[in-house]
């Protein structure tokens, strides 16, 4: 996988070269082993194309995800710990805005609000899908990134603006108390427990027949894909190609000289949380359209994963977010062939670990793009 | 904590009282200790006759906050060795818990549990537990080295995950090593040995019903004639122990802080490049720092569900890390005894408080039945009615939800305007002799 090609950039690096060299012998054990079950037959196309699918899939909600964060850190130079219950509030207002505009008239005002909850609200009824509403769903998603934008704003304007002098590791520390205030205030205010949201049955999918198998895939999962790669695309055209861009990667470079030339440093502070908010609430949003059920948890539980995604392309790149967060995510599907479900994120994880030790500055290392 | 100088002149008899307390509590850190020990159970014995609780529940009450003060006690004073002292960063606390608490059940739960152990002698398992906690920390010390604080703050929850998870898998749930039969019984957790204070006063500790033996005897029926019961005894008895191993623990922890060794972990703590242009081998320090403080976490851990009988992978959730570190910034990180403080302060009044508060509000004033959802309590607030909103707030799972509001917001207030701790600045400093004096440097902060 990406081990071998870090082994070659790695000549020079003195003591890490025989830990990237056992890595990469590894994971070329690993594609052999996995080239050898699928000429053995014991490994169909069809689960593997399965695998690779769920894997983007996976992997587009993380990069998206992890944009944000990415962006953020390296113009802030702190972890913010309070990234997923930023997703987790951009799904939620989202969604509820979504189902206003799918429901408003057929149900009452309070279940609406509560996406169901603790009130009867029949899904299929409300028919939510991107092919039955896509009014909903268009509108969900400009909200979802509208207000995630504006709480990450005020969210700074409160906690993070008055510490700018203070270490990464105070903010951390602050970024933790957001997280916590965040996500039980949501709790408190819309109770915990899972919610449907889309119809599933009339959600319409295709299936593309591989192999001896056939692999299904959903209009939603297209939509995520679809969506989370055009909001990169257009995240790259502002950080390449615009004055903003270049005075943010001026900022994450060095922030005093970019001071001192004159860029108003606050001024691109507050445009990158509100780009990072609205990037970070949109993939909340479509991470839910995909799962079809929300929780209050759905941000913190994937934290650590999004985490992981930053940390392989490199903390602080953009690029290698989108880049870190498909490498996770198939490589996370893909190790079902190897791992039963319930370790894939240990591996995942384990993989992170290994990725800060022996190369902090991820695979994508040294092209801070943001 | 008193009040200013420029307090109303009608104050000042209360304000006399308030400097003689410090200039009391100021001449050692046993006294301010005693102090604040009385304080809190004065506290807690008046909440429970304000709930109108009998003897016996004000007995249990004053009980279950020595538990979890000393819990936290340790748990604190174990991350404040690594943090406070070492400066390294770890939010894998839970993590470090959990793998010491499922190594000691595997040594020593029976053979015939559900999920068996290898039934070893309880002794055997709490040294095996603490030992796995001490090479997981070494293992974890690795990154420690090399990486930037933040980084370490994610290999760290990372780490904790991975056990959790590992410990939660349905892999693992039962199987055999040979021909030994093991198992962590995945999500339906799994019990522990028998609580070792049973053995103290039972004839057969593993039986529920088995009758006392004859020190349990004699205690049992002290106890019963002041109306307290067996079961409070038995958690008073343990507690009483755990409260010995905080004060080993700080002990040790004190000795470590005075001895070379905790100069030249503060020394680090302050600028490693210093420290190490002296000559010191400051990653031996601080592999040495990080490993004693997961060994302490084990141990926290052990005897903190030991106490139940009973361990599951819900209970290393990351949330427990983060209560730890809560507890160490009230405390102030740096300072021996304010980890002993911030500990018992955070699990009598930050844990525990919302719920005290909950009951004496519920008892004492009838706010009806709650509304289902805080739409309905905020629609009622439209005729001008907020008690919908009161017994919503206060219904059993909302109080758990704003507990953790408060928790939020209480880290970021403590990091934004006192990251020196409540007890103002009492890091310990580096040098042998204190060359400041103590009320000029209370005075600044």
Same mark, same amino acid.
């Given at each position: 996988m990406t081990e071998q090609e870090s082994g070659w950039r790695l000549i020079g690096a003195?003591?890490?070269?025989?830990?990237?060299?056992?890595?990469?012998?590894?994971a070329l054990a690993l594609l052999t082993h996995l080239g050898w079950l699928l000429y053995a037959g014991d490994l169909g196309t069809a689960s593997l194309a399965g695998y690779l699918w769920e894997g983007t899939i996976l992997g587009m909600s993380y990069g998206l995800a992890g944009v944000g964060l990415a962006m953020t850190y390296s113009i802030l130079s702190f972890a913010n710990f309070a990234h997923g219950d930023l997703v987790t509030s951009g799904a939620l207002s989202g969604w509820i805005a979504a189902f206003f505009v799918a429901g408003t008239g057929d149900f009452s005002i309070r279940a609406l609000v509560h996406l169901?909850?603790?009130?009867?609200?029949?899904?299929?009824?409300?028919?939510?899908?991107?092919?039955?509403?896509?009014?909903?769903?268009?509108?969900?998603?400009?909200?979802?990134?509208?207000?995630?934008?504006l709480l990450a704003v005020a969210i700074d304007r409160l906690v993070f603006r008055p510490m700018r002098d203070q270490s990464g590791i105070s903010l951390l520390i602050a970024s933790v108390g957001v997280a916590l205030a965040l996500r039980y205030l949501l709790v408190f205010a819309l109770q915990a427990g899972p919610r449907g949201l889309t119809a599933g049955q009339q959600t319409p999918s295709m299936t593309v027949p591989i192999g001896a198998g056939s692999?299904?895939?959903?209009?939603?999962?297209?939509?995520?894909?679809?969506?989370?790669?055009?909001?990169?695309?257009?995240t790259h055209v502002v950080l390449r190609y615009t004055k903003?861009?270049?005075?943010?990667?001026?900022?994450?470079?060095?922030?005093?000289?970019?001071?001192?030339?004159?860029i108003p440093t606050e001024r691109v502070v507050l445009t990158t949380w509100l780009l990072g908010g609205a990037l970070t609430g949109a993939a909340g949003f479509l991470i839910a359209l995909e799962r079809g059920t929300l929780s209050m948890s759905l941000g913190w539980d994937l934290l650590l994963l999004i985490f992981a995604a930053v940390i392989l392309g490199g903390i602080g790149s953009v690029y290698g977010a989108i880049v870190g967060g498909v490498v996770i995510g198939i490589s996370s599907r893909l190790s079902l062939v190897w791992l039963p479900e319930s370790l894939v994120v240990v591996a995942a994880f384990l993989v992170m670990i290994t990725v800060l030790l022996v190369r902090p500055s991820g695979i994508m290392g040294g092209v801070r793009t943001a | 904590m008193s009040d200013g100088p420029d307090r109303p002149a009608g104050q000042s008899r209360r304000g006399a009282a308030a400097d003689r307390l410090r200039a009391f509590v100021s001449v050692s850190d046993a006294r301010l200790l005693l102090v604040f020990a009385v304080a809190l159970y004065g506290l807690f014995t008046l909440v429970s006759v304000v709930l109108g609780y009998n003897f016996n529940g004000i007995v249990d009450t004053l009980r279950r906050i020595t538990f979890l003060s000393a819990i936290y006690a340790v748990l604190v004073l174990a991350?404040?060795?690594?943090?406070?002292?070492?400066?390294?960063? @770890?939010?894998?606390?839970?993590?470090f818990?959990?793998?010491?608490?499922?190594?000691m059940g595997m040594l020593s739960s029976p053979t015939t549990n559900t999920f068996p152990g290898l039934g070893l002698p309880l002794p055997i398992g709490i040294l095996g537990g603490v030992l796995a906690a001490t090479v997981l920390g070494l293992l974890a010390a690795l990154p420690a080295?090399?990486?930037?604080?933040?980084?370490?703050?994610?290999?760290?929850?990372?780490?904790?995950?991975?056990?959790?998870?590992?410990?939660?898998?349905?892999?693992?749930?039962?199987?055999?090593?040979?021909?030994?039969?093991?198992?962590?019984?995945?999500?339906?957790?799994?019990?522990?040995?028998?609580?070792?204070?049973?053995?103290?006063?039972?004839? @057969?500790?593993?039986?529920?019903?088995?009758?006392? @033996?004859?020190?349990?005897?004699?205690?049992?029926?002290?106890?019963?004639?002041?109306?307290?019961?067996?079961?409070?005894?038995?958690? +008073?008895? =343990?507690?009483?122990?755990?409260?010995?191993?905080?004060?080993?623990? =700080? +002990?040790? #922890?004190?000795?470590?802080?005075?001895?070379?060794?905790?100069?030249?972990?503060?020394?680090?703590?302050?600028?490693?490049?210093?420290?190490?242009?002296?000559?010191?081998?400051?990653?031996?320090?601080?592999?040495?720092?990080?490993?004693?403080?997961?060994? #302490?976490?084990?141990?926290?851990?052990?005897? +903190?569900?030991?106490?139940?009988?009973?361990?599951?992978?819900?209970?290393?959730?990351?949330?427990?890390?983060?209560?730890v570190f809560v507890a160490l910034i009230?405390?102030?990180?740096?300072?021996?005894?304010?980890?002993?403080?911030?500990?018992?302060?955070?699990?009598? #009044?930050?844990?525990?408080?919302?719920?005290?508060?909950?009951?004496?509000?519920?008892?004492?004033?009838?706010?009806?039945?709650?509304?289902?959802?805080?739409?309905?309590?905020?629609?009622?607030?439209?005729? #001008?009615d907020v008690t919908p909103l009161v017994a919503y707030s206060l219904s059993d799972v909302n109080v758990s939800a704003l507990r953790l509001v408060l928790l939020g917001v209480v880290l970021i207030y403590l990091i934004q305007n006192r990251p020196e701790g409540l007890l103002g600045h009492r890091k310990e400093v580096a040098s042998p002799i204190d060359l400041t004096d103590r009320d000029a440097r209370e005075g600044d902060s």
């Open positions: 003195g003591g890490t070269r025989p830990l990237v060299l056992i890595l990469a012998v590894v169901g909850g603790p009130y009867s609200l029949n899904t299929n009824t409300l028919g939510l899908s991107v092919t039955n509403t896509p009014l909903a769903i268009v509108v969900g998603l400009i909200v979802a990134a509208a207000l995630t934008a692999l299904t895939i959903g209009a939603h999962e297209i939509t995520l894909v679809v969506v989370a790669g055009l909001l990169m695309l257009a903003l861009g270049t005075a943010m990667r001026a900022m994450a470079d060095n922030e005093d000289l970019a001071r001192v030339t004159g | 991350l404040n060795v690594q943090w406070g002292y070492a400066g390294l960063f @770890n939010i894998g606390v839970a993590g818990m959990a793998i010491g608490v499922y190594t080295l090399r990486l930037r604080g933040d980084y370490l703050a994610i290999v760290t929850l990372a780490m904790a995950e991975i056990v959790r998870r590992t410990y939660r898998s349905p892999v693992f749930q039962e199987f055999s090593l040979g021909s030994v039969q093991l198992g962590t019984g995945g999500s339906r957790g799994m019990n522990l040995p028998e609580n070792p204070i049973r053995t103290l006063f039972y004839q @057969n500790p593993t039986e529920v019903g088995s009758p006392p @033996n004859a020190l349990g005897n004699v205690l049992f029926d002290t106890a019963a004639a002041i109306g307290i019961q067996p079961s409070v005894v038995e958690g +008073w008895v =343990y507690a009483l122990g755990l409260v010995i191993v905080v004060g080993g623990v =700080y +002990w040790l #922890l004190q000795r470590v802080g005075h001895s070379p060794f905790g100069r030249v972990l503060k020394a680090i703590r302050e600028d490693e490049v210093v420290a190490r242009a002296l000559g010191k081998d400051t990653r031996a320090f601080k592999i040495k720092a990080f490993a004693l403080g997961c060994a #302490l976490m084990g141990l926290a851990g052990i005897l +903190w569900r030991l106490s139940g009988g009973y361990v599951s992978t819900t209970m290393f959730q990351p949330i427990y890390t983060f209560y009230i405390g102030g990180a740096g300072s021996t005894t304010g980890s002993v403080i911030g500990g018992a302060v955070f699990a009598s #009044l930050l844990f525990e408080g919302p719920n005290f508060v909950r009951r004496i509000v519920t008892g004492y004033v009838d706010v009806g039945a709650a509304p289902n959802t805080l739409f309905d309590a905020v629609a009622a607030l439209g005729s #001008l």
